[in-house]
């Protein structure tokens, strides 16, 4: 009892106690923002390895971005990295920062559907499918499962039956070896439910966009209810996004 008292007095709290105002360090790289800076924008559009970047104006697409940082290397005074977390919505047009846009990168509520809060409000199920996943974003996901993040103090909890769950949530680029599976496990969660997609695989594809050995036509027949960016997405992304797709906020 003393050593577990002793345990508790020298570590502190093992949990984030708020996760909307937490702080990362400063290698973590979060929602980018682009100067007005002229630089060539041919350059530019070369560093890409994603086609994140567009130019005229400059724009980087968080649905694309791998978050390498290069561009931000080779241009430091055009594009720099905050570590401003919260970066999911279910607005896909919000997932792409113009050049001198400071704006936070919200969940819009005039597009969450109704039942999202009225059903989803106290308590989310969620089944997830790694539709060939690299277990970057799955881990993340696990993660906020841990001690430190602890998603489930806020009713949110991943289950293993889609019979059980209340949406689910899709990470990797969605393999044609995929598909089927993922529409099963889709049919199987009854209704009403919810889509979420995280990571950049899962938003665009990610480095295997294009891909032959993909098959994404499952992401264009059902409304996607949020986009949670990052490669792989952090858990206060996810658990902040999830927390504002679910809690009922005025619609401005
Ligand atoms: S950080 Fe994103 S936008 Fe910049 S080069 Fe890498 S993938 Fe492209």
Redesign the pocket.
């Known amino acids: 009892m003393f050593e577990s008292l002793k345990i508790v007095y020298h570590q502190g709290k093992q949990f984030i106690p708020d996760v909307t105002t937490a702080q990362v360090p400063g290698i973590y790289?979060g929602r980018p923002v682009i100067s007005l800076a002229k630089v060539d924008s041919k350059d530019l559009l070369k560093?890409?390895?994603?086609d994140?970047?567009r130019v005229d104006p400059v724009c980087?697409d968080l649905g694309?971005?791998?978050?390498?940082?290069?561009?931000?290397r080779i241009f430091p005074e055009k594009?720099s990295f905050t570590t401003d977390y919260k970066i999911s919505t279910n607005d896909r047009d919000k997932l792409i920062v113009k050049e001198g846009d400071v704006t936070p990168i919200e969940v819009n509520p005039s597009m969450v559907r109704s039942e999202v809060h009225s059903v989803f409000g106290r308590s989310l199920k969620l089944r997830q499918v790694s539709a060939g996943g690299d277990n970057s974003c799955e881990l993340e996901l696990n993660a906020s499962n841990n001690v430190q993040f602890d998603i489930g103090r806020f009713g949110i909890e991943f289950v293993a039956s889609p019979r059980h769950a209340d949406g689910i949530v899709i990470t990797g680029p969605v393999t044609d070896n995929m598909a089927e599976p993922l529409e099963i496990c889709y049919d199987a969660v009854p209704e009403p439910k919810i889509i979420v997609l995280v990571g950049t695989d899962a938003i665009s594809g990610g480095i295997f966009a294009g891909s032959s050995a993909l098959n994404r036509s499952f992401l264009d027949k059902y409304n996607i209810d949020l986009y949670i960016p990052g490669n792989p997405a952090h858990p206060l992304t996810i658990i902040n996004g999830l927390l504002d797709l679910t809690r009922k906020k005025q619609v401005k």
């Open positions: 790289r560093i890409c390895p994603v994140a970047i980087i694309k971005c791998t978050f390498c940082g290069e561009c931000s594009i």
